[in-house]
């Protein structure tokens, strides 16, 4: 993406159908508005996955939380809203 783009951070599980056609199109969406996608499917194999998350959750200016049972049960995604409050809660303009 160029620069100026909105960084946008997707918090998601897709382990249901349901969450993965959802994602798709909110990302389709916000793509078609040319922002910055911080989403899983952006890391590679061998990636430091926690480590690019972090950063992302660190430098995002807003997010995405897109909930479903499952993302509700992942320690993962909790942790990423935790974040995300926390961010906010500490005045970050974003989140």
Do not use: Y
């Not at 918090?11 to 996608?37: G, I, M, N, W, Y």
């Not at 997010?63 to 809660?89: H, Y």
């Amino acid at each position: 993406m160029a620069d100026g783009d909105l960084k946008i951070f997707v918090s998601h599980s897709t382990s249901e159908p349901f969450a993965q056609a959802v994602l798709r199109s909110v990302c389709d969406a916000l793509r078609a508005k040319r922002c910055d996608l911080l989403v899983s499917a952006r890391l590679e194999p061998g990636d430091a996955w926690r480590d690019v998350l972090n950063h992302w959750l660190g430098e995002c200016e807003a997010a995405v939380l897109l909930l479903s049972r499952e993302a509700l049960r992942s320690r993962w995604v909790r942790r990423e809203i935790t974040i995300l409050m926390w961010r906010r809660a500490n005045g970050s303009p974003t989140p």
